[in-house]
Structures are given as structure tokens and as C-alpha cells.
């Protein structure tokens, strides 16, 4: 939580495609996702779609 009152989720890929072994090379190790503090009481629907070549979350 920062001084504004936001969270943030953060999701480690990486390490999920650590446990296979394929060579996976991926772009980025993690996505960050902000939450405000207002916004704790809402559902959301977070989708990732992970290929062999990208990574890509929609919330």
C-alpha cells in the first residue's frame, strides 16, 4: 500500500513457467496491477494470455 492509499497485486509469471520444461522466454517477469482503496469492494474480472512470445492482462 503507497501513500495514497493503493494496493498493488502483483503476479509473478515467470516463476509459473519455471515449473515446465519448456523454454519459455518471456518479456517480463511480472505484471503490477493498482488497486484504490475505493475500489476494494468491487469484483473484477482479470484475464492473461500468455504465449510463448508474450504476455498480455486485461482487467
Known sequence: ???????????NIR???EH???NI???ISQFSLPVG???L???YQLGIHITPTE???TL
Not at 500500500?1 to 503476479?11: A, K, M, N, S
Request: charged share 25%.
Open 1 to 11: 500500500i503507497d501513500d495514497f492509499g493503493t494496493y498493488e497485486v502483483v503476479l
Open 55 to 57: 504476455v498480455s492482462c
Open 25 to 27: 522466454e518471456l518479456p
Open 37 to 39: 482503496m475505493y475500489e
Open 20 to 22: 515446465f520444461n519448456e
Open 41 to 43: 469492494d468491487q469484483c
Open 15 to 17: 516463476n509459473y513457467f
